[in-house]
């Protein structure tokens, strides 16, 4: 067996080990019940030390493997542990105050939507719809958020919709949503209280009725309605040599750069040590957090808020990927792993693809009196995974690209979240989408977190804004611009400000660019976007401070990994970026941590439903002064003998002029 490298996954048996040594901690009656299990990231000090032991080939630091376990104890007593599986022990293990929740698991949710079902007042509430027959009832768990600071218990709020009685079990149930939504204890499994949804304008609610048949709007192709698919002809992605990329265990190599990949339960993967042509420029990369709030004021409606990462975990809910739907080309998959109640360990097959892609030109030039031409085309390796957290798909793609740029793309996809809408109304925060069926506005706030090492760990964050000179005897014609400085000194965050093009760098004023004579950096290309929309005093912002701003930076602490603190289940406050960026932490020249926030508010559409085409949002990390010229003047050139095009035929004449290029 290959030895295993601090930065990689969680293995098995490790989290076999570490399940026996918690619930060997406890009396059986205790019940220990996990809902995740992963490892812990190594302290970065010891780390810097093995990455550059392991760099000269030098003798391996012992990096000891240290697992965090989160489970509950007697029902509902919150619990988190940190094993060392190394030697096997447990270092520390804590039951946590009243009100702090953990991530809900997979398996929970599904023994949840089964238990909503057969409970006795939630049947009485299905026998009052008198369904015809055939049809039958759906539920979607929901975390229930926070409105009352009061509330400790950990609850589950129940969206509830018909299923159409065609007997296909992809029938679009989101189409067909209830007045009724039960609210559940979770573990303890008590019936709490039965909501009830408004229909109109305002809050106001209505018994449950006969339900008044309304066709299901279909997604899946057996039962979408479309007489005829269109005429697509293959499109093959072909590397007859093989691909241009090599991985050994975690640990990529591509094009100039190296990098390890590790699945993580809450973060879906992360990126570590990231090098281009044997420079280092980030030390981790990652998915952090994402939020989506949602703006029905209505009650229950006003609870709408998920924090997909913290809530259920990015990766435990991460799809199985498939050769020639998710990924093309040739690909490398890897594996995650999930957790039974019990701490038993499962593998989620392929949830994580990498492969190479083109991505057009990445740069032309034609010299126009000779008419000759220079041109390489734009390459990228992708790191990909897709999570289903409940209706909505997330695709998150880290791009390393062949000029030493990195693309973070985030696509979001799936079906909206919808509520029942009654005859005739229409409200202005959200639209109709089909028959009685209405999807409120939203939006997704997704933190990516960036700890930098531009070449080396001490690093400032500045931001440059492009302003007009006065018109004065420097400046006589008045068309002369500059760019001007600010460097961020103290933990915070950067204001917005598009009109001045105000662009954030990462640089290290340590090592300077002997072309340009100033400091190397990476700069933060993402376009001004809006942030969160609730009120300042709302539990939606007190929760997710994160959302607020674009540009976050902190001072690096070991384990502050999640923009809004470690746990998000109905969570009152944030206890992540809301802490850590206190205007009091020194952060220039320092070892530090950059949090990029991607905002889209989402006006739904009709179009959007019953499937939504993918909305894509991206930020690119560019080297900024950090080479002394392009560095990808070293890719071939492009040619056709190489990328092998051909012309399209369409009849004789197509034959003719393809045959005459030929010659």
């Known amino acids: 067996m290959a030895p295993v490298h601090p930065f990689d996954s969680a293995k098995d048996f490790e989290i076999r080990l570490a399940s026996k040594l918690v619930k060997d901690a406890y009396p059986a009656s205790a019940n220990v019940h996990f ?14 030390k093995y990455l550059e032991a392991e760099k000269h080939g030098f003798p391996l630091p012992n990096i000891s493997r240290v697992l965090y376990c989160y489970y509950y104890t007697n029902t509902l007593d919150f619990n988190k542990a940190l094993v060392n599986v190394s030697v096997g022990h447990i270092i520390t293990k804590t039951q946590l105050p009243k009100g702090i929740n953990g991530p809900l698991l997979p398996d929970d949710v599904m023994a949840l939507e089964e238990l909503c079902n057969s409970h006795p007042a939630v049947v009485a509430e299905i026998e009052k719809l008198k369904l015809p027959p055939g049809y039958s009832v759906r539920n979607d768990p929901w975390i229930y958020a926070t409105d009352d600071p009061n509330e400790t218990r950990p609850l589950v709020q129940f969206f509830m919709y018909v299923l159409a009685g065609n007997g296909h079990t992809e029938s679009n149930h989101y189409s067909l949503p209830l007045k009724f939504s039960p609210v559940f204890e979770n ?66 190599n591509w094009q100039g750069w190296q990098f390890r990949v590790a699945f993580t339960s809450r973060e879906g993967f992360a990126i570590y040590d990231a090098r281009f042509k044997g420079r280092q420029v980030f030390y981790r990369l990652s998915l952090s957090e994402m939020t989506v709030p949602y703006g029905d004021p209505r009650a229950p409606y006003h609870r709408k808020q998920a924090f997909d990462l913290g809530d259920c975990g990015f990766g435990v809910n991460g799809n199985h990927l498939n050769l020639g739907c998710d990924c093309l080309g040739v690909i490398h998959y890897l594996d995650g792993f999930g957790i039974s109640g019990a701490g038993e360990p499962f593998v989620i097959p392929n949830t994580v693809c990498m492969h190479e892609q083109d991505n057009g030109l990445l740069y032309k030039h034609v010299n126009y009196r000779t008419n000759n031409a220079v041109v390489a085309r734009k390459r990228e390796f992708v790191v990909q995974t897709i999570a289903t957290v409940a209706n909505y798909e997330y695709i998150i793609n880290f791009k390393f690209v062949t000029d030493g740029s990195i693309d973070i793309e985030t696509r ?51 931001y440059d804004d492009t302003l007009k000179l006065p018109r004065d005897k420097l400046n006589p014609y008045g068309i002369g611009f500059v760019s001007d400085r600010t ?22 004023e340590n090592v300077i660019n002997p072309i340009s004579k100033t400091p190397v950096g990476y700069k933060i290309n993402m376009p001004a976007r809006q942030m969160i929309l609730a009120d300042d005093d709302s539990y ?75 909305e894509t949002h991206s930020i690119q990390l560019a080297p900024f002064n950090f080479f002394d010229r392009n560095p990808a003047l070293d890719l071939p050139q492009a040619t056709n003998g190489f990328n092998k095009s051909t012309l399209y035929s369409s009849g004789a004449e197509g034959e003719k002029a393809c045959c005459k290029t030929k010659i």
């Open 35 to 48: 809902v995740q299990i992963d490892r812990l990231d190594p302290p970065k000090k010891d780390m810097i």
């Open 187 to 252: 573990f303890s499994r008590k019936f709490v209280r039965m909501d009830f949804l408004p229909g109109g304008f305002d809050e106001t609610t209505t018994p449950t009725l006969p339900w008044q048949e309304v066709p299901a709007v279909e997604y899946h192709p057996d039962l979408n309605g479309e007489a005829q698919f269109r005429d697509v002809r293959p499109l093959l992605i072909s590397q007859p040599d093989g691909p241009s990329y090599t991985v050994e265990g975690s640990k990529v």
């Open 412 to 462: 979001a996809t799936g079906i909206l979240s919808t509520m029942p809408i009654d005859e005739n109304v229409k409200v202005p925060w959200g639209t109709i989408v089909g028959p009685n069926v209405m999807a409120a506005y939203h939006q997704h706030i997704l933190s990516f977190r960036i700890d930098p090492a531009i070449d080396g760990h001490k690093n400032t964050v500045v």
């Open 487 to 508: 460097y961020v000194e103290k933990a915070g965050h950067v204001d917005q400000s598009p009109f001045t093009n105000r662009t954030c760098k990462i640089i290290n």
């Open 540 to 614: 939606n912002v007190k929760r997710a401070k994160f959302a607020t701003e674009q540009v976050w930076v902190t001072k690096y602490r070991d384990h502050e990994l999640f923009a809004a603190g470690e746990f998000t289940n109905q969570s009152k406050t944030d206890t992540g970026l809301a802490v850590w960026a206190n205007g009091v932490d020194a952060v220039r020249n320092e070892d530090i941590v950059v949090w990029a926030t991607v905002g889209f508010t989402h006006i739904p559409r009709v179009e959007d439903f019953p499937v939504m085409p993918v």
